[in-house]
């Protein structure tokens, strides 16, 4: 957060940055404050040397993530000092370098307002992302293993904890699912799905180390399935794998249809509201089994 104000009785700039103990939610565009920038200047100041131009180039350098987390690292204002001044060299450095014509950015649409025409043009949003992917296709497994930047060991640690992380909410919701669907859809089908779920996707979407999580809204999608097919006699995989079916027509329709562009649209409201559901229905469900 930076904050700049001019005041009649300075005489020359003040700079105060505050890095904070824990991140803070200060507002609808202040979620996750760990800075707070506070910018004092004379009336009387050159162009260039106004508070709002200072504001700027403080909004430049924090803008980076990995220089942010180098600023938490630091342990004593000397450290924090360097580190500001190194980054504004690196700044400077980069400025001074010719720039490529022609160079585009990595989203097209990141700043362009959201119109009908987008959603028309089939293809065109999944043709895109193939031609900024493609060619950063294989540094998406190399990176980390060879080059002069490999960490083999930050390397395997993040697999092996990914691995953990992803691997006990698959046993706990595939614990819930083997209650719910009564042994039809147990532990050892959830983490073999999950898992050439999550080979599919990492291949596909040059992200090695992601794989799709099992969550919480899928168990309680599943139990009412499995509501559904005792109430109509139905067959539990089969109506399940047409479910699957359908939502995939559904995805695949999305994706030709450009259908994600409108993630532009939601805020952090809506992740927010969806955790209180999901609360919700299993503060219910623990409810009523503390009644029976």
């Known amino acids: 957060l930076c904050s700049s104000c001019n005041v009649k009785s300075l005489q020359r700039r003040h700079v105060c940055i505050s890095r904070l103990e824990r991140p803070q939610n200060w507002g609808e565009n202040c979620c996750e404050v760990r800075y707070v920038i506070l910018i004092l200047a004379p009336l009387k100041m050159k162009s260039t040397k106004t508070a709002m131009e200072l504001g700027r180039t403080f909004a430049t350098l924090f803008s980076d993530i990995s220089f942010r987390q180098k600023l938490l690292e630091t342990k004593t204002q000397e450290e924090f000092k360097e580190a500001l001044v190194f980054q504004r060299h690196q700044l400077t450095a980069a400025n001074q370098q010719p ?96 898992s050439i779920g999550g080979v599919i996707y990492s291949l596909f979407a040059g992200s090695p180390l992601v794989i799709p999580l099992t969550t919480a809204p899928l168990a309680i999608f599943i139990s009412v399935i499995r509501g559904i097919c005792d109430d109509y006699n139905l067959d539990f995989p089969a109506f399940y794998a047409c479910i699957g079916l359908w939502n995939c027509l559904f995805l695949i329709l999305g994706g030709i249809f450009n259908v994600s562009l409108l993630m532009k649209l939601f805020k952090r409201s809506t992740e927010e509201v969806i955790a209180l559901f999901i609360s919700i229905a299993f503060v219910v469900d623990a409810v009523k089994g503390t009644v029976k």
């Not at 720039?99 to 119109?115: I, M, V």
């Not at 065109?124 to 190399?142: A, H, V």
């Open 99 to 194: 720039t490529a014509l022609g160079k585009e950015e990595t989203d097209p649409r990141s700043h362009k307002p959201l119109k009908c025409k987008d959603f028309f043009k089939a293809g065109r949003g999944i043709y895109e992302d193939l031609c900024r992917r493609l060619p950063l296709y294989p540094s998406d497994f190399t990176d980390g293993i060879v080059g002069s930047n490999k960490t083999l060991l930050k390397y395997m640690t993040t697999a092996i904890f990914l691995y953990i992380a992803i691997l006990l909410p698959a046993i706990a919701f595939g614990s819930l699912n083997d209650e719910s669907t009564r042994g039809e859809l147990d532990v050892r089908k959830t983490i073999i799905g999950q």
